[in-house]
């Protein structure tokens, strides 16, 4: 009786290795969009993979913009921050991971700033 429990805890174990291992070794897409009517708008970008955090920035000048990126690993997803200039305006940020519903803020006014963040 205690051979087979120890067995089919083993077998459980493998189990939950395995799924794990294909989880991590699976490809996700990080989708970043910023849309909205301010200008000059700095977007900063972050992927998480197994190499770490990837993270970029850049100065838009008109919206929308957008990126989509791939990622896998055991932590996946994507981290959006974006400021407005002085000007103001008003800019929505949405980070989407696959299929998931999207992760999305509002930054409204001169030098207002909103981060999304997907997992």
């Known amino acids: 009786m205690l ?4 067995l089919l805890a083993a077998g459980g174990c493998v189990a939950v290795i395995a799924g ?9 897409t990080v989708e970043y969009a910023v849309t909205g009517d301010a200008r000059n708008v700095t977007i900063a ?6 190499d770490g955090i990837s993270s970029q920035a850049e100065t838009v000048e008109k919206l929308p ?3 989509t990126l791939k990622t896998k690993g ?4 994507g981290s959006l921050l ?16 696959d299929n998931d519903p999207p ?3 509002i930054a409204s006014g001169p030098s207002a700033a909103a981060t999304c963040s997907g997992f």
């Open 74 to 77: 055991f932590l996946k997803g």
């Open 82 to 97: 974006i400021s407005l200039s002085g000007s103001g305006g008003t800019a929505t940020c949405s980070v989407t991971v």
């Open 65 to 67: 913009w957008r990126k």
């Open 3 to 6: 051979l087979i429990l120890v």
């Open 20 to 28: 794990i291992t294909r989880e991590v070794s699976k490809e996700v």
């Open 45 to 50: 970008y972050s992927v998480w993979n197994d």
């Open 103 to 105: 992760k999305t803020a």
